[in-house]
């Protein structure tokens, strides 16, 4: 096997109208192909992809400890959660700040945690290759 990189992260969704809403218009994630049963959102890397989820089968995979967990990086993670509180998103968990940074959980229409991870750089040039953000504990 000859893994390149992550190709989206596939979310099943009760409503697809309600959760692109939420990730395009409140989150700001730009759409980049959309059917009426799959929508990606994204730009380049990882896309987000939303399907809409079955009818019958048990929605399951929004806890912290067996679930799904988001990550997106944000330059103020205050601004972000206030900005997402004023929209009416649900907050899951405050900001908290450790070595690495600082980090909230809201809450998608689904249930899905959201992490907003803002990174602490020591060195002000650094650049991040990835998320090295960290789900609550």
Same mark, same amino acid.
Request: aromatic share 6%.
């Given at each position: ?13 009760? *409503? ?9 218009? @409140? ?12 929508? *990606? ?15 019958? =089968? ?45 980090? =909230?959980?809201? @809450? ?28 609550? =504990?």
């Amino acid at each position: 096997m000859n893994i390149k990189k992550v190709g989206n992260v596939i979310l099943a969704v009760k *409503d697809i109208d309600k959760s692109i809403v939420f990730y395009h218009e @409140l989150i700001g994630l730009p759409i980049k192909h959309q059917r009426r049963s799959w929508v *990606d959102l994204g730009t380049t890397g990882g896309l987000l992809s939303l399907h809409p989820a079955s009818l019958t =089968a048990e929605h399951i995979g929004s806890s912290i400890d067996n679930g799904i967990t988001i990550g997106f990086l944000v330059g103020d993670v205050k601004s972000s959660v206030d900005e997402l509180r004023g929209k009416g998103v649900t907050i899951h968990r405050e900001i908290v700040e450790r070595d690495a940074g600082k980090n =909230a959980v809201v @809450l998608d229409p689904d249930g899905y945690l959201v992490s907003l991870f803002e990174p602490i750089f020591k060195d002000k040039n650094e650049q991040t290759g990835g998320y090295h953000g960290f789900t609550p =504990a």
